[in-house]
């Protein structure tokens, strides 16, 4: 561009200097311009005159829909509003007729509802303030515990600061300091105690609060789930009406639509028409301005061939130009017809209105930017051309005019290729138009929905009660996190007793450190004291002897020899005793020192053992910490899993009561056996009493046979004598004794056939018995099985009703946070067309100001030709020269920017 522009500039300055023939063709070529100028502005003042026209009526047919939805809307909330008066009057009405069925009944009920809504407001209240009450009474005991440890410490360390003192100067600390230890110690078990009670009381009370707590929140949850549905089936109803609206809000716009753009496309038809016919009389005017420049070069140049190869080269130059462009917009038409074709009907139809105006917004962003990628390649190549024009050509006095008939041939084939994309927009209407069809479709889809919708609320009563039966499980997971939170309470306070009591110590070791040290301050006082006591003794007993000796020297040498060496003895002796007196001193202060040493040992020792106990506690909170976090994992694992849970409880329930149908029909057929077998073990135990009657009668016949023959041995042992006489007696008695042995054998044999046969028949007996007995064990398992069966589905129904509850209270809260952001979601919504609008008003305005902005430049172009025309003449007017030099400057920086 800056190689254009200083080749502009200097066929700028050639021009003012070329014949005045040269300047008549340019005033011709600057009319011409005008012209062409002045007709374009009317094009561009058209079609912002249109675009403004239409963007005033989509808006106030936008305003008009939304006030008119908005009214509807309005209307329908209040109609909802009456609906909701009237189901709640029936369903109160019928409430009390189902439970009473009399009119002094109902007011009975509604007093009882009021009264049962203000109990549990008074019941919550009152919880609350249970728990604000413990919580100030467990605080109070805390700080009364606080202050009288406080208190404790203070008198402690006066009474030890008092006892050193004391001990010190009588020498009995070792007894009343142990004495002392122990009644502290004494002292701080009691406190404890009484702390560790009280925490009891407090849990305990707080254990009482918390549970019955829970119970109340599950009934309120209850009628909460209730209210819920309602709202639901309410909420299913308002949106079937707004999207009725919806449907005639969209037939009436595109209908209105319809109409605008057909009228805008019969401009936009007529104008692409005039724009055609212009850019072929400029290819024709082109055509031959270039011949007849050619000729007269001619004229000049010697070389026929040249002119011949120079016009040959101008006329493919701007030609091709145009047979690109409209092989280009052959193209284009082809794409357009082609994604047209692609566009099959039945896809559309099966989109939404939001899928729609997405899916046509898409394409014509696609279509923008093929369009501007074209155009942007065209120009390249028409500029790669153009200097290969020029650099051939080399002549300055047609620089001028082929910038200007580039800038019209570059403007003409862009507002052609865009009326292009326009009517190419319009042969989608016909596509805007079928979307009535669609539309029948989506009703359809809208009452198939509205069936479903019907389906989903049937089934959302039947998980109502699967919600309840998971309920229990949910509640025993919660049961788990309030024992974990109780026991974190605990922990906690731990951890701060422990802290407290590490406090103590230090406060403890830090008064220790402070007795020793003025402990060992005072030894050394008292040990520097007595050495200085010890030396002025020492001093004063030397100056008493020397000045005695002085004295009695002047007597007898023999006295003052005895005196001296009575002096002499006495000082050792002196000197003696105080080196006893301190090393025994040093002693005792070697020894107290060992013992505060041992004690400050002792105290660092249980000072550490507290800390490595505070540093367990805390790794078993942050385990405990872990063990919760996993838990609540876990139960959101539990939730996810409860309601697969659900589902496969109802069909193991449906299983489980079919197999128990089918156990309690063979229980019963098993009942049937059982009867006919007691029926026939009683017919077989009759039998068998009567072959029993009928043995027993064979046995006592045996019996007296056997009496018979024991009589008739003794008479013939009595009768030895007559036996002779009676031996034919005796052997018509031995043969009658045969006949009845062997009568007795037979009967023997037929006894023992009875007897095999009763004893087969006991065992027969004995084997029923044993199998009744079997049956009987089975049928009591069975029926115990059943019952114990019974309980467990009891047991888990319950549990799992629940677990529902819980659920159910969880989705409560889920679906007012739920509420909660679609409120500030469709708040947000309203802000950004808020915003939108206010961005498509301020585009209005800038598109209003760049249109006012083009038109001043246009202007200041046909100043500057006009003013270049004279440009010799005002040769004269320096400022003038300037003047146009900066609007020349001006005008070249504005046309190197769009390129």
Not at 274 to 294: F, M, P, Q, R, T
Not at 432 to 454: P, W, Y
Not at 569 to 593: C, H, N, T, Y
Not at 874 to 896: C, D, F, M, T, W
Request: with cysteine; net charge negative; charged share 30%.
């Amino acid at each position: 561009m800056e190689v254009v522009n200083t080749r502009v500039e200097a066929s700028c300055d050639n021009s003012m200097q070329t014949n005045d023939d040269v300047r008549e063709s340019e005033n011709l070529d600057v009319e011409i311009l005008a012209d062409w100028d002045s007709y374009w502005q009317d094009i561009n003042d058209r079609l912002t005159v249109s675009r403004m026209v239409s963007d005033s009526v989509i808006k106030g047919m936008v305003t008009a829909v939304t006030e008119e939805a908005a009214e509807n809307i309005a209307q329908k909330e209040l109609e909802v509003a009456g609906l909701k008066e009237m189901l709640h009057v029936y369903r109160v009405a019928m409430d009390e007729k189902e439970t009473v069925g009399s009119l002094a009944m109902e007011h009975e009920s509604k007093g009882a509802t009021e009264r049962v809504r203000c109990s549990f407001s008074e019941a919550v209240t009152e919880h609350d303030r249970m728990k604000k009450n413990l919580g100030s009474l467990r605080n109070a005991g805390r700080e009364q515990l606080m202050k009288l440890k406080k208190e404790i410490n203070q008198i402690r360390e006066c009474s030890s600061i008092k006892r050193i003192g004391s001990n010190s100067e009588l020498g009995l600390g070792g007894i009343l300091h142990e004495n002392s230890s122990e009644r502290w110690y004494d002292m701080d078990k009691t406190l404890d105690s009484l702390k560790t009670t009280l925490e009891t009381v407090y849990k305990g009370a707080e254990d009482l609060v918390h549970l019955s707590k829970t119970s109340l929140q599950e009934w309120k949850q209850e009628q909460e789930f209730q209210a819920e549905i309602e709202a639901l089936v309410m909420g299913n109803c308002i949106r079937s009406l707004e999207q009725e609206f919806e449907e005639t809000l969209w037939d009436r716009i595109s209908g209105d639509k319809g109409i605008i753009w057909y009228g805008r496309m019969k401009e936009f038809s007529s104008i692409r028409e005039a724009l055609d016919v212009i850019s072929k009389s400029l290819c024709i005017s082109e055509a031959g301005h270039l011949i007849s420049h050619g000729s007269l070069e001619g004229e000049a140049w010697s070389n026929g061939k040249m002119n011949d190869t120079f016009h040959h080269r101008v006329l493919s130059n701007h030609v091709t130009p145009s047979h690109s462009i409209s092989e280009e917009n052959g193209k284009l038409d082809e794409l357009q017809a082609s994604k047209s074709e692609n566009s099959v009907p039945g896809r559309l139809k099966h989109m939404s209105k939001d899928e729609l105006v997405v899916y046509y917004n898409n394409e014509m962003t696609t279509m923008k930017r093929n369009h501007e990628s074209k155009v942007q390649e065209m120009t390249e190549d028409y500029f790669s051309l153009k200097r290969e024009y020029l650099k051939e050509k080399g002549s300055s006095s047609l620089l001028k005019k082929d910038k200007e008939f580039d800038m019209l041939r570059k403007k003409i084939p862009e507002v052609i290729l865009k009326l292009d994309g326009i009517l190419a927009a319009n042969e989608k209407l016909p596509v805007i138009s079928s979307n009535a069809e669609s539309l029948s479709s989506l009703k359809d889809r809208m009452e198939i929905i509205l069936a479903e919708n019907r389906q989903l609320r049937e089934s959302l009563t039947d998980k109502k009660k699967e919600v309840k039966r998971l309920s229990r499980q949910v509640s025993d997971a919660v049961e788990r996190m309030g024992k974990h939170s109780l026991s974190e309470a605990k922990l906690l306070n731990t951890i701060r007793f422990l802290k407290s009591a590490i406090e103590d110590l230090h406060i403890e070791a830090s008064i220790g450190s402070d007795v020793f040290t003025c402990l060992l301050n005072e030894i050394t006082d008292e040990m520097k004291c007595i050495v200085e006591g010890s030396l002025v003794e020492y001093n004063v007993m030397r100056e008493l002897y020397e000045s005695v000796i002085n004295e009695v020297s002047h007597n007898a040498q023999h006295t003052s020899q005895c005196i001296i060496e009575d002096s002499d003895v006495q000082p050792i002796i002196m000197q003696g005793l105080s080196e006893v007196i301190f090393r025994e001193s040093w002693k005792e202060a070697k020894d107290k020192l060992s013992m505060l040493n041992m004690k400050y040992i002792d105290e660092n020792e249980v000072r550490v053992s507290l800390e490595k106990k505070v540093l367990e506690t805390e790794k078993t909170l942050e385990t405990e910490v872990a063990e919760t976090e996993r838990l609540k994992l876990e139960i959101l694992a539990h939730v996810d899993e409860k309601e697969k849970l659900a589902q496969d409880a109802a069909t193991a329930l449906q299983s489980e009561k079919e197999r128990f149908q089918s156990a309690t029909e063979e229980l019963e057929y098993l009942r049937l056996q059982i009867c006919q077998q007691q029926t026939l073990i009683s017919k077989s135990s009759n039998e068998s009493d009567a072959m029993k009657g009928d043995l027993a009668a064979a046995l006592k016949e045996l019996e007296l046979y056997k009496v018979d023959i024991c009589k008739l041995n003794k008479e013939l042992e009595l009768n030895k004598v007559d036996i002779c006489k009676l031996n034919k007696e005796l052997e018509l008695a031995s043969e009658e004794l045969r006949e009845a042995n062997e009568e007795r054998s037979t009967l023997l044999a037929v006894t023992q056939e009875k007897q095999n046969a009763m004893s087969l028949r006991e065992a027969n007996d004995m084997e029923v018995r044993k199998q009744m007995e079997s049956i009987a064990i089975l049928v009591n398992g069975l029926s115990k099985a059943a019952t114990d069966f019974e309980h467990k589905v009891i047991a888990d129904i319950s549990k799992i009703y629940l677990r529902l509850k819980n659920v159910s209270s969880q989705s409560r809260l889920l679906i007012q946070k739920a509420n909660i952001l679609r409120r500030t979601g469709l708040l947000y919504k309203q802000r950004l067309d808020r915003r939108c609008s206010d961005l498509q008003k301020a585009e209005a305005e800038v598109d209003l100001l760049g249109d006012e902005v083009d038109t001043l430049l246009s202007l200041l172009e046909k100043i500057y030709i006009a003013l270049d025309h004279y440009s010799p003449i005002l040769q004269h007017y320096p400022g003038i020269i300037e003047i146009l030099k900066l609007v020349k400057r001006e005008l070249n920086g504005e046309s190197a920017r769009p390129v």
